[in-house]
T-cell receptor, first 116, second 112 residues
Framework: DTEVTQTPKHLVMGMTNKKSLKCEQH?????MYWYKQKAKKPPELMFV???????INESVPSRFSPECPNSSLLNLHLHALQPEDSALYLC???????????????FGSGTRLTVV | GDSVTQMEGPVTLSEEAFLTINCTYT??????LFWYVQYPGEGLQLLLK?????DKGSNKGFEATYRKETTSFHLEKGSVQVSDSAVYFC???????????FGQGTELSVKP
């Protein structure tokens, strides 16, 4: 298995809703990442998990709450989002926290989130 | 800090034309360099990579050479196809605390 799987692919939520995004990989990667991407812009790093511990939080608002239950799974819990949070949310993984050049990052297909 | 600069798009080419997308970087030491491609409605896919000076990465007819003297990693393809229409991101992984640094992206549109 050489993929990062993200669910759901599309999500529409109201500003008072609570929802979660899920990311899964079975490549034995020990670093996992959440990125936010606006249309035709580069991905912006949100969080990095290294060996299941949060190692980088790029000053992300608390309405986004990451969780790494085990080495294969990464969640992003969403609560009280704003319409400007609508974006493509990408999960990625890498072999280790300082990825070997031989491996790079593997990205999922993303969850397209719309906040209404 | 580390940074990546790409040529601005959109770039529009006819099928079978030659493609160059310029990418230059600023980083200390010897970063690893990557090109990622994002097809419409999809996530990012690693297209090619290079880890040291003068390395040439290649994949699917695309090539890029790591030029330390000009701090560049330009993407080239000899004959583009309609299916190459996508957004291309140049990226580096350097010394900035475990982060992949992206350029702004270049949108390529190939017409039949």
């Amino acid at each position: 298995d050489t993929e990062v799987t993200q669910t759901p692919k599309h999500l529409v939520m109201g500003m008072t809703n609570k929802k979660s995004l899920k990311c899964e990989q079975h490549m034995g990667h020990r670093a996992m990442y959440w990125y936010k991407q606006k249309a035709k812009k580069p991905p912006e790093l949100m969080f990095v998990y290294s060996y299941e511990k949060l190692s980088i939080n790029e000053s992300v608002p608390s309405r986004f709450s990451p969780e790494c239950p085990n080495s294969s799974l990464l969640n992003l819990h969403l609560h009280a989002l704003q319409p400007e949070d609508s974006a493509l949310y990408l999960c990625a993984s890498s072999h280790n926290p300082a990825p070997s050049p031989n491996y790079g990052y593997t990205f999922g297909s993303g969850t397209r989130l719309t906040v209404v | 800090g580390d940074s990546v600069t790409q040529m601005e798009g959109p770039v529009t080419l006819s099928e079978e034309a030659f493609l160059t997308i310029n990418c230059t970087y600023t980083a200390t030491g010897y970063p690893s360099l990557f090109w990622y491609v994002q097809y419409p409605g999809e996530g990012l896919q690693l297209l090619l990579k290079a880890t040291k000076a003068d390395d040439k990465g290649s994949n699917k007819g695309f090539e890029a050479t790591y030029r330390k003297e000009t701090t560049s990693f330009h993407l080239e393809k000899g004959s583009v196809q309609v299916s190459d229409s996508a957004v291309y991101f140049c990226a580096l992984f350097g010394n900035q605390g475990g982060k992949l640094i992206f350029g702004q992206g270049t949108e390529l549109s190939v017409k039949p």
